[in-house]
């Protein structure tokens, strides 16, 4: 995997953003026959969530009260909205080696996001986008030291997912590596004593972000960025990657 190197703060707590993508306001007919301009913002297979253009006030209503033309029009709405949960887990891979004054861990991390498909219809073919950040940090007497280095943007391509179903893909492997080295000098003192002196420095890389989204037909669908990831969700917008068929 390749990264470019940047200094960041590290932080780790993470932001989940929806997005829902309104459509222009439609003229609905309700019950008494009577017009009103409104934008869906929810739908399902029974009710539909409405926000009155005149008042911005949303109320929710029965689909089968509207007007077939209406009904058809919150059936593409939901077509081109779907909507989606993300939940996203780490997995990780461990080998140890210890000899002498070194430790070593070698870890190869990923990512597995799960999509989740909340509607009662299938979904229709997402695109999916994300980046990693990968850190580097390092201490010894004189101090510590961090890097933070993000990755090429990965592009793949989800096929529909069942209503009410969910697909879970693995992002490509990090090595990271930790290593521990113990150092001792003992030194004689003109009293007839000893003197010992430990040393130690530690360096570790680790694999602490992912900013990602989900897309159909350039609509965004959801997005989820770690803390401090966040403006890389535009980058992910500009990316020109060619898709990959999800594994």
Same mark, same amino acid.
């Given at each position: 995997?390749?990264?470019?190197?940047?200094?960041?703060?590290?932080?780790?707590?993470?932001?989940?953003?929806?997005?829902?993508?309104?459509?222009?306001?439609?003229?609905?007919?309700? !019950?008494?026959?009577?017009?009103?301009?409104?934008?869906?913002?929810?739908?399902?297979?029974?009710?539909?969530?409405? =926000?009155?253009?005149?008042?911005?006030?949303?109320?929710?209503?029965?689909?089968? #009260?509207?007007?077939?033309?209406?009904?058809?029009?919150? @059936?593409?709405?939901?077509?081109?909205? /779907?909507?989606? #949960?993300? +939940?996203?887990?780490?997995?990780?891979?461990?080998?140890?080696?210890?000899?002498?004054?070194?430790?070593? &861990?070698?870890?190869?991390?990923?990512?597995?996001? *799960?999509?989740?498909?909340?509607?009662?219809?299938? @979904? /229709?073919?997402?695109?999916?986008?994300?980046?990693?950040?990968?850190?580097?940090?390092?201490?010894?007497?004189?101090?510590?030291?961090?890097?933070?280095?993000?990755? =090429?943007?990965?592009?793949?391509?989800? !096929?529909?997912?069942?209503?009410?179903?969910?697909?879970?893909? !693995?992002?490509?492997?990090?090595?990271?590596?930790?290593?521990?080295? *113990?150092? &001792?000098?003992?030194?004689?003192?003109?009293?007839?004593?000893?003197?010992?002196?430990?040393? +130690?420095?530690?360096?570790?890389?680790?694999?602490?972000?992912?900013?990602?989204?989900?897309?159909?037909?350039?609509?965004?669908?959801?997005?989820?960025?770690?803390?401090?990831?966040?403006?890389?969700? *535009? *980058?992910?917008?500009?990316?020109?990657?060619? /898709?990959?068929?999800? !594994?």
């Amino acid at each position: 995997m390749n990264f470019r190197p940047s200094i960041t703060l590290l932080l780790t707590h993470c932001v989940l953003l929806m997005s829902a993508g309104l459509l222009p306001g439609h003229v609905f007919t309700n !019950p008494d026959g009577k017009t009103f301009e409104g934008e869906v913002v929810n739908g399902n297979e029974k009710t539909v969530t409405i =926000e009155r253009s005149s008042d911005k006030k949303a109320f929710t209503i029965d689909r089968s #009260r509207l007007s077939e033309a209406d009904q058809a029009y919150v @059936t593409q709405w939901i077509s081109d909205n /779907p909507n989606v #949960r993300l +939940s996203i887990r780490t997995a990780k891979k461990s080998e140890k080696e210890e000899g002498g004054t070194k430790a070593s &861990t070698t870890t190869l991390d990923r990512y597995q996001i *799960e999509i989740r498909n909340e509607s009662a219809e299938a @979904t /229709p073919e997402f695109t999916l986008r994300y980046l990693l950040r990968q850190t580097q940090r390092n201490s010894d007497v004189t101090g510590t030291t961090s890097s933070t280095m993000y990755g =090429e943007v990965d592009v793949l391509t989800i !096929p529909s997912i069942p209503a009410f179903r969910s697909v879970s893909i !693995p992002t490509r492997s990090v090595k990271n590596v930790t290593t521990t080295i *113990e150092n &001792t000098s003992v030194s004689d003192l003109a009293d007839g004593r000893v003197r010992i002196d430990r040393q +130690s420095s530690k360096s570790k890389s680790s694999l602490n972000g992912i900013s990602l989204l989900v897309y159909h037909k350039e609509r965004k669908v959801a997005r989820y960025a770690m803390v401090g990831m966040e403006k890389y969700t *535009e *980058e992910l917008l500009r990316a020109g990657n060619s /898709p990959a068929a999800a !594994p």
